[in-house]
């Protein structure tokens, strides 16, 4: 089980940008597809983004395409998302995983952090 910490939730307005990271201690996260998934309350989670290993393909939901930018920094061992233009449906719980077999892990993943849309 590999422990992911994720960092740069908070609250923003309407049009805000955040910009959330994945550390990995102890995992080498370009040698693994990844995946940002994010629950809002009262619904089921959902995959927002996935990176690839090597060549570093990138997959978004439709509804963050244009917004959203999944990265690492392989000297960092991190893996980022770039969420701008924000909106009060982006509002969640966000969570890194592995991306395994077209779904996200639930077991090797982070405890996640949490984005606030909000005027």
């Known amino acids: 089980e590999v422990q992911f910490v994720e960092s740069g939730g908070g609250m923003v307005q309407p049009g805000g940008s955040l910009r959330l990271s994945c550390a990995a201690p102890g995992f080498t996260i370009s040698n693994y597809d990844m995946s940002w998934v994010r629950q809002a309350p009262g619904k089921e989670p959902e995959w927002v983004s996935v990176?690839?290993?090597?060549?570093?393909?990138?997959y978004y939901i439709e509804s963050v395409k244009g917004r959203f930018t999944i990265s690492r920094d392989d000297a960092k061992n991190t893996l980022y998302l770039q969420m701008n233009s924000l909106k009060p449906e982006d509002t969640a719980l966000y969570y890194c995983?592995?991306?395994?077999?077209?779904?996200?892990?639930?077991?090797?993943r982070g405890q996640g952090t949490q984005v606030t849309v909000s005027s």
């Open positions: 995983a592995r991306w395994v077999a077209g779904s996200w892990s639930s077991s090797d």
């Open positions: 990176l690839t290993m090597g060549g570093g393909r990138t």
